[in-house]
């Protein structure tokens, strides 16, 4: 048929799905409340330069994802990323070099997305609020009351809690989407105006706020000025700290990394928080996607799998292998 399939989420998973439905010849709508696309995997425009403050890098571990990654960089999308790594633990930074490869978006993370976005058809700044069904097709409504469709099926590919909302007519799928818990991570970035003296351009940290830390210019197509770092906090600080200020919450991060970096630590020229409230799963799942496949409704995500960029991939990959395959 020619009625379309929509899907509400812009990011690797939902556009992993539309590429493959649009490969095989489905037509696709899709949805967006932010401004564009790419969700978790998104870049944030600053005075500092784009920024990653989701995303740091992916790995790619299943064949079929290692695939598509190599398309990727034949196409300039993404390249390796080979920080000079450390780890941070029981108060002592160390080198931690290792052989794992790492991909970044290039010249920054969302430019994967925005590429596999290409010419679909997208609505932007418009969050569903409601998906139903009328006699033969789906219809969605969205926060300013607007309603949209027919649609043919319908495909979620939001994080748990927020595809939860969307399905009262799905009450089996709803019961084990709310099953599904996910952490909250503070980003922050810093910018300094004198790179900072030292070696570390990436570092897993264990401590009681960071989890992680990167030096923005070590990845490929990157500026180099102002010296800009990207801090995570652990899921814990995140979620003990999850109401306070952005002003406090750069003051706590940039404390720790002080702290931890080893070096002088001037005060930023620039600096920005950004909270990601559903950044991962508490838990990896086996879920691959969720389907009603006689009623047409989908769901997958990240959490569906490993809560990583992979696991995203393949979740909207098998929420279409799925579709497709009910449909023949
Ligand atoms: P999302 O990217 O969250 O996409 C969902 C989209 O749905 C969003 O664009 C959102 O705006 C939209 N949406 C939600 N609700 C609605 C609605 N009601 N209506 C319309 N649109 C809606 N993974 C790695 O592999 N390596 C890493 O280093 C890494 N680091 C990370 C660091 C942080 C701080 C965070 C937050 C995540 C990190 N991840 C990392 C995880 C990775 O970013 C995610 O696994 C992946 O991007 C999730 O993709 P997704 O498509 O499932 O969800
Ligand atoms: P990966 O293999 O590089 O890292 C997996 C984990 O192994 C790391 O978290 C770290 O604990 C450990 N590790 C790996 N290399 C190390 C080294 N050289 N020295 C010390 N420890 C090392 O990448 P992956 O498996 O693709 O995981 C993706 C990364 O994304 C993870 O670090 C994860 O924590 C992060 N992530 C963060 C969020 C968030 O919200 N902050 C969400 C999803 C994923």
Redesign the pocket.
Known sequence: STTPIAI???????LSAAEALHAAGYPVQL????RGS????ASKRSDAGALDL?????TARDRRFAAAVAQWQARGWVEQWTPSLYQFANGVLSPSADEQVRWVGTPRMSAITRAMLGALPVKFS???TEVFRGERHWHLLDADGESHGPFAQVII???AP?ASA?LATAPKLAGTVAGVSMEP?W?VALAFAEPLQTPVEGCFVQDEVLDWTARNRSKPGRDATPDTWVL?ASSSWSRQHLDLSKEQVIEHLHGAFAEMIGCAVPAPVFSLAHR?LY??PSAAHQLGALADADLGLYVC??WCLS??????WLSGQEAARKLIAHNQ
Do not use: N
């Open positions: 509400i989420g812009t990011g690797i998973a939902g949805f967006d409340k932010s790419g969700g978790r995997m989701g995303a740091q890098y992916f418009c969050r569903i590919a939001t994080p927020q969307l991570t980003a995570h990601w950044a991962r995500g990240d809560g990583r960029v992979e696991g995203a």
